[in-house]
């Protein structure tokens, strides 16, 4: 079954502080994964994209990792700001062309406090 | 700000009702995607629309429908709406037909509560 699993389900840090969120999945075949910032109420907005041969990608302060071999992501958020607090969302794609599919993992809530 | 605009911002109606979502793209984007996003489901796509066309279908309902128009706005139908349809609805767009590497843009999003 084409799941994906994001932990910790919700994380409080202190600002300045660097955080790692988890992102396992069992989508196959595999197309790419995406991390998505949303802050409550609002639209998710892009972080990063990673298809299967990429392993790092860094956006300012997010640097998204992807394992495919374990089907495992990581996205690191280093220095943390008040801003950062927000929920992050792991999206796989799997399938192939025209017959795709996207596969939401149910988010990490981050609280950054002063 | 993305560029993507949706309307209304809230909607309150009741169940049976049908309900019209609109979304305007960013200038230039051929795609518009539809998320559903409920608390005790998260987020869910329901289906894409490139250039007029039904490029890709997701979880959507078979009371839903979607259609792209040739000014490249996109409108969901929801009908027979129930409980269970209230959720925050997002509208997302890309550049071209969604390729891998192609960044989506979101949507404010439509609020809809059935009661």
């Known amino acids: 079954k084409n799941q994906v699993e994001q932990s910790p389900q919700s994380l409080i840090i202190l600002e300045g502080k660097n955080c790692t969120l988890q992102?396992?999945?069992?989508?196959?075949?595999?197309?790419?994964l995406r991390w998505y910032k949303q802050d409550t109420g609002r639209g998710p907005v892009s972080l990063t994209i990673?298809?299967?041969?990429?392993n790092t990608k860094s956006n300012g302060r997010y640097t998204a990792t992807l394992d495919a071999d374990t089907k495992q992501s990581s996205l690191h958020i280093t220095a943390s700001q008040l801003s950062d607090s927000a929920s992050y969302i792991c999206v796989v794609r799997g399938g192939g062309s025209g017959t795709y599919k996207y596969i939401f993992g149910t988010g990490t809530r981050l609280k950054v406090l002063a | 700000d993305s560029g993507v605009t949706q309307t209304p911002k809230h909607l309150i109606t009741a169940t049976g009702q049908r309900v019209t979502l609109r979304c305007s793209p960013r200038?230039?984007?051929?795609?518009v995607y539809w998320y559903q996003q409920s608390l005790d489901q998260g987020l869910q796509f329901l289906i894409q629309y490139y250039n007029g066309e039904e490029r890709a279908k997701g979880n959507i309902l078979e009371r839903f429908s979607a259609q792209q128009f040739p000014d490249l706005h996109s409108e969901l139908n929801l009908s027979s709406l129930e409980l269970g349809d209230s959720a925050l609805y997002f509208c997302?767009?890309?550049?071209?037909?969604?390729?891998?590497?192609?960044?989506?843009?979101f949507g404010p999003g439509t609020r809809l509560l059935v009661l």
């Open positions: 992102c396992n999945y069992t989508v196959s075949p595999f197309s790419n």
């Open positions: 997302a767009s890309s550049p071209l037909q969604g390729a891998l590497q192609e960044t989506r843009y």
């Open positions: 990673m298809t299967f041969s990429e």
């Open positions: 200038s230039g984007d051929l795609s």
